[in-house]
């Protein structure tokens, strides 16, 4: 099985896991990770929830290379991120362009030779 294309320009599969609050979007996302770490020896994960964290303290945005399942609650398994932002905050409500410059400073380290997961907050407009 192969998550990676063997043409330079495509690069890996990026995934964004995305939804309203309270749907299972983390539990979905350690399910996903623990999936692909079967068959990869590595996935990126980019943290973009400011309130829920998986690898990090709450209030940062990161990118943390994972290489080992995630198998408890996100204390148990925190990791030195590849590349992290401490935002200060557990909302961007008040400061959305900063969120959103800080989030692409961090997603700038992602290099895209893993497969990379992406955790949203749950802000969705309907």
Known sequence: MSFCSSEED???????????????????????????????????????DLGQTEFTPPGCI???NVMEPSLGPPFTHLR??????????????QETERY???????FSAYERDVPLVINTMGWVKV
Do not use: A, H, Q, W
Not at 26 to 35: D, H, K, V
Not at 80 to 93: A, I, L, Q, W
């Open 10 to 48: 495509e690069g890996c599969p990026v995934i964004l896991v995305c939804g309203p609050k309270s749907v299972g979007k983390s539990t979905f996302n350690r399910y996903l990770i623990n999936l692909l770490l079967n068959c990869l020896p590595c996935i990126e994960f980019l943290e973009c």
């Open 62 to 64: 990161s990118l943390i």
């Open 80 to 93: 030195t991120p590849r590349k992290m932002v401490y935002f200060g905050e557990t909302s961007c409500e």
């Open 100 to 106: 959103l410059d800080t989030l692409k400073y961090v």
